[in-house]
């Protein structure tokens, strides 16, 4: 009979503990709200706490969907392409820049030295010559030979001294003859035009500029444009070029098996 009185009051001793806790807490709640943490932590505590198992398995994955990568993936594809367009178009504009600057550095030496040479080179390429006189550009020099001068894009311009049929006399050509131009597409035409434009620009130095595309084929286009001191009626001369009809002129040319690019200056 003592025992089961025992076990009665220390259980409703408990009841009675349990109670005044939530109250307390309660009031607690109600006073502050910030300590709700508090409240919580304890209802934790006392709640038994979920393991990994009893959650979705939905909610176990920490990292990103396929699609959100495949998303991720497509971004970073299109900004690399308009970034590697961008730094293709920065490029080619630096070496047509480039390749003017070093075509009419060549130029205006050959101009000042046409009188330098006597008939006994006839024949000769006296590209060393302009190298020795320290008139080229250290970057035009090539590994192989002093015959040839590369420019940025890599074509070989030798300078050369003949007899020409066009000016019927004693002439030193600047010329190449370049597989860079054979494919038809937008860097082979500007670099075509760019060329065009440079002696364009150096008109009243020169005797002529002649284009030879496909060579000793059916198709073949020779063509020839005067300077300004050769420059006649029913000739085309490059002083009353256009922008246009150089184009026109390059699209002709472009995409041939060979282009040949010639400078001629009489003596």
Sequence with gaps: MKFNEFVRSFFSKV???????????????????????????????????????DEPLYKLSAGRSMVEMLGVLAIIGVLSVGAIAGYSKAMLKYKLNKQAEQLNTVINAVARNTHSFSTDFRGQYITSYFIKMGEIPTEMFTSK?????????NNQWGILYVYDTTTKGESINLAFSSRTLTKKNSDTLEMCRNLLVTAKENASNIAYVSTLSGYQTEDSIFEVIYGDNYCKEGRKCLKNMSLDDIYEVCTKHAGKNTMEFKITWPI
């Design 145 to 153: 030979n002093d015959i040839y001068l590369s420019d940025i894009f």
């Design 15 to 53: 009841n009675n503990i349990t109670e005044s806790l939530e109250k307390s807490l309660d009031k607690v709640v109600s006073r502050d709200e910030k300590n709700f943490s508090v409240h919580r932590k304890y209802m934790n505590f006392l709640t038994p706490r979920k393991t990994a198992l």
